[in-house]
């Protein structure tokens, strides 16, 4: 009877075994479910990830090209202000050369006129210049026209203009007063 008792004993405790067994293997299923869905959690933010680095980088080299060609624009631009500025640096000291060429003729045209002149017209007319501008006409012309014309012109007149023309150009009719 021991032994029957004994039997049935072991025969409880491995059906409670195979039952422990069986919760067993039921929780790893579960966990092993679990584990999968998690996994296919974890590719599908990897792939999203992917996806996000992916759409960054061509937003960025998108960006990149825009930059580039604003870049070479903007250089293309500078080049051309700088052509620009050589031609109208150019055309100023052209217009400066040809404004010296003119101011020079006209000067000598003055002076031609004033060397042609007699020296008492020419006296009266300087007389009636202000001082500066007679200066002017007279430091243009030689020393033994200058001392013919100032010999008729008025006394005090002429000791003005002589003294403009002592400190020499550029005559200011305020510097003697």
Known sequence: MIK????????FATLQAKTDLIDCDKIFEQRKDEI????????????????????????MKQKNEKLSLKLDELNATLTKVEKTKKEVLQLYEDNKKLLEEIKIAKDDKVRDTYLK??????????DNMPRDKAAKILFTLNPKKISKIMAKMNPVYASEV????????????????
């Open 117 to 126: 002149m007699k020296d008492k017209k020419a006296a009266a007319i300087l």
């Open 4 to 11: 029957y008792i004994f039997l049935i004993s072991l025969f």
């Open 162 to 177: 002589t003294l403009l023309l002592k400190e020499g150009p550029p005559f200011d009719q305020n510097s003697t007063k």
């Open 36 to 59: 999968l869905r998690e996994m296919e959690r974890i590719d599908e933010r990897q792939q999203e990830f992917e996806a996000y680095q992916e759409a960054s980088k061509d937003l």
